[in-house]
């Protein structure tokens, strides 16, 4: 019994149909925003919180040093 390479039909052409990406894309958003919100926690806790909240305008009235 030989392998026979499959052939290109019209079915496995319609798997990546536009309706069908749009509706994985819009099934992915939600998590692709929560991962980048956690990547971007992550990327402020890593650096230093005080380089970041200076330019908040409420919360940066506590980091300013007078010299």
């Not at 536009?18 to 509706?23: A, D, G, S, V």
């Not at 991962?35 to 919360?59: M, N, S």
Request: hydrophobic share 40%; with cysteine.
């Amino acid at each position: 019994m030989a392998l026979r390479p499959r052939s290109l039909s019209l079915s496995s052409q319609r798997r990546c149909s536009r309706p069908r990406i749009i509706f994985v894309a819009l099934c992915w958003t939600p998590t692709l925003f929560t991962w980048g919100g956690v990547a971007g926690v992550g990327v402020i806790w890593i650096t230093d919180w005080k380089l970041v909240l200076q330019y908040v305008p409420y919360i940066g009235g506590k980091y300013k040093t007078e010299d």
